[in-house]
């Protein structure tokens, strides 16, 4: 009897707001994602347009943590602890001849289409049979450039307009992948509105200038880049000694892709070697212009390295290592360069994202912590699973068989599930140290900074316990063993930042002064950088023995 007169009362409540108006509006915000605003055409049929929000996104400020830092998982329901995950319909479809059908958390049919035209596209959705006369389903649209929330509280015909496209990939992504739609818990919206941000900064970085990068910089991490305008030094090959190192900066987005997960100044690595009377650099790239495929592992001669790097806009920061353990170099380089042609592999990385991850939660710029983005991660993934197979899956997986002896996952909601069997979570699972020796599909996995820790092993530098594949260019460039008195340094890299003060190491290229934060600081020691956090704007590593 109660529950017929509360369906009366809403219904009476639904006659009442369809008679006062004959086409009803209500707006909703999803700022700083869009504003949807949804006519009510009748018979539980609307029509609802996205448009931009009145303040354009604020993608260079970072924003604070949200208070709430229990784990997404808390705000599950029914004791389910993957309920508060958005949970993946499909693809919504560019035809309307197959369109995606699916049973949402409300609506127990549910199907949807997509058209689109040069304006941007429509998402046609038709919903029925909802669970209870009053639930409502929210929803999750993405594209490769945005979010789209919509909340439904009526079955129906709904279509909703999306005006204009980011650019050209939108549109190509969109007609031949599909949008992928989820379905999700609304005391979630939050932790989504962090993702989002986030997912918004890394498409415009995506797609911008090296000006813009710039701008970038100065707003999100308060850094000026100051110009240099000595261009390429004259450095010749008997001033480079065997473990000195070199930094590389570039001013791209992949750079500063870097440099908002690591804080580090440098996004690569390279390390000296003179090897039978001759200098090379020695370093593994996914860079084009060294020659191949395949690209990986290179052994280059020093005046045609810098050359090289030189001509592609590269600052080159010479970093040179203390002469006694130059000279332990020099005594075992026999066993140096025994492993280098022991491990000359193409640039396959799987470790490459977890290298950076030494936390659960104190390695990722705000908003996020870890769960947020790896919720990222398991949206994008949607899209493009090979390359978040790449970045993340194929790590984790490593760290299911190494850490718990248990089988891989094919995707990323059977790894939060995985996680969640051994009382871990996800988060806890990518921060486990990755381990030197494990092989994974296609051989170890050796990113540029494990190349140096390795010929710093194989050299006798480093004769302790620790994981070269733990190791970033941020902590290369920190580890204490550079000279500190360089006395033979060459006069050309006095005044070669072109900085107001001298810096200890040597800028050979580049226009822009590279500044190395916490240069020569961390005297090594055993089992290093395992479990460092770092965040913005400053990236100082914590604690001290991490």
Known sequence: HTEKMSRAFVALLLVALVTASKYPTKTRDFCPAHVTHTTFLGDGNSFSEVESCNEPFDWTVPHPPRANKNSIHSRGENGDPFAALPEWMGNIPATSSKPLQWKGRCFQQASAYLKVDNDGFTIVVDLANPKTFTCQEIVLFTTPARFVFHDFIMRGHHEIRVKGWEDADEKEDVTEVGSPVFVLMENILPSLMDVYNLYKTFHTISNATAAELVKFHKSYFDYAFKPRTLGL??????????????????????????????????????????????????????????????????????????????????????????????????????????????????????????????????????????????????????????YMRTLMLDAINMRFVQYFNTSPCDNLHCAWERA???????????????????????????VCAGLVSWVMRMGGVFEFDFNAGEQDPKDVIQWGIYETDWTDRPKVCYGSTQLPNEVPYCQIAGKWALELPEYNSVKPYPHMNDHCGASPPTYHRFPETC
């Open 233 to 386: 030094l004259d450095i010749p090959d008997s001033a480079v000694h065997s473990g000195d190192v070199f930094a590389l900066h570039v001013m791209t987005p992949h750079e500063t892709f870097d440099w908002l997960l690591t804080g580090s100044h440098s996004g690569h690595v390279a390390v000296a070697v003179v090897y039978q009377g001759k200098t090379y650099v020695m370093e593994t790239t996914d860079a084009t212009f060294l020659g191949g495929p395949p690209f990986g592992f290179h052994l280059t001669p020093f005046q045609q390295w810098k050359a090289i790097y030189a001509s592609q806009g590269y600052e080159i920061a010479w970093l040179p290592i203390r002469r006694e353990l130059s000279a332990l170099i020099d005594k075992n380089m026999d066993r140096v360069m025994k492993w280098y042609y022991d491990h000359v592999m193409p640039f396959i990385v799987p470790s490459f994202g977890s290298t950076a991850i030494d936390t659960p939660n104190d390695n990722f710029p705000p908003p996020l912590n870890g769960e947020t983005f790896l919720t990222l991660s398991t949206i994008y993934s949607q899209y493009d699973l090979a």
């Open 420 to 446: 969640f069997q051994f009382n871990v979570t996800l988060p806890e699972v990518v921060a486990l140290p990755e381990v030197d020796g494990w092989r994974y599909e296609k051989g170890p996995s050796i």
